[in-house]
């Protein structure tokens, strides 16, 4: 049951992506955002998947980074840099809007107070592991991106793109899982290790999927760039 969710999870994730890159520069920019958050939190949930215990969150980490990707082609390096900043300032602010969330004192009616605490108690160390990791990986994932296309131009598109995504989520995976997961998860390798594996999947998922798509639309708006620049 698990597996057909998670294809189904990827199936949404790339055709939100895909609108998103369709509805332009903000709705990109505010989408990508959104997945990281949602990669935060429901980083600390836990599922059986093709037999080994994993978190199901890698696939809101893959659409996050093609999407910046994405917007790093079409619209430079300087947007790109933008919303990474506006992720960190996104982690902060549900950060301290959580804690003071949970700091007030429900009466006797509230039901809900101990599963918030359940699930936002780990969020000041989740979240700065992801200030750490993920930050830093969107950070080297623009930096990459920029030499891969200064230094091949237009050409390899998908090759420059799977790169990129490959190289971070390595460094993601590892760097994240230790700082943010150690001693939470039950059979921490597995979630390092076949976390991996699902992100692999996912990435290929992604272009086997909607690859055709988004050659049309990376051919659209470079067409739109040559009609604005004459």
């Known amino acids: 049951m698990n597996e057909w969710i998670f294809f189904l999870h990827s199936f949404f994730v790339l055709l939100f992506l895909s609108l998103a890159i369709k509805g332009g520069k903000s709705l990109l ?5 959104l997945l990281t958050l949602f990669a935060n939190m429901f980083v600390i949930k836990q599922i059986t998947l093709f037999s080994l215990s994993v978190t199901p969150s890698d696939v809101y980490v893959i659409g996050a980074i093609i999407g910046l990707n994405f917007l790093q082609e079409f619209y430079g390096a300087k947007e790109a840099r933008k919303v990474f900043f506006m992720t960190l300032g996104a982690f902060a602010v549900f950060l301290v809007m959580a804690q003071i969330h949970l700091a007030y004192l429900p009466n006797v009616f509230d039901t809900s107070q101990s599963h918030f605490l359940r699930i936002f108690t780990s969020s000041p160390r989740i979240f700065l ?10 950070f080297l994932s623009i930096a990459l991106f920029s030499f891969l296309k200064k230094r091949f131009g237009e050409k390899y598109f998908y090759a420059r793109q799977w790169s990129v995504v490959f190289v971070s989520q390595v460094i993601d995976t590892m760097l994240f899982s230790f700082l943010g997961l150690w001693g939470i998860v039950e059979k921490f390798w597995h979630v390092v290790v076949f976390g991996l594996s699902i992100k692999m999947i996912t990435i290929l998922i992604s272009f086997c999927f909607i690859g055709i798509y988004f050659s049309k639309v990376i051919g659209k708006k470079k067409r739109m760039q040559s009609n604005d620049s004459l």
């Open 29 to 33: 920019a505010f989408y990508i955002v």
């Open 129 to 138: 592991a992801s200030i750490v990791s993920m930050g830093g990986v969107e």
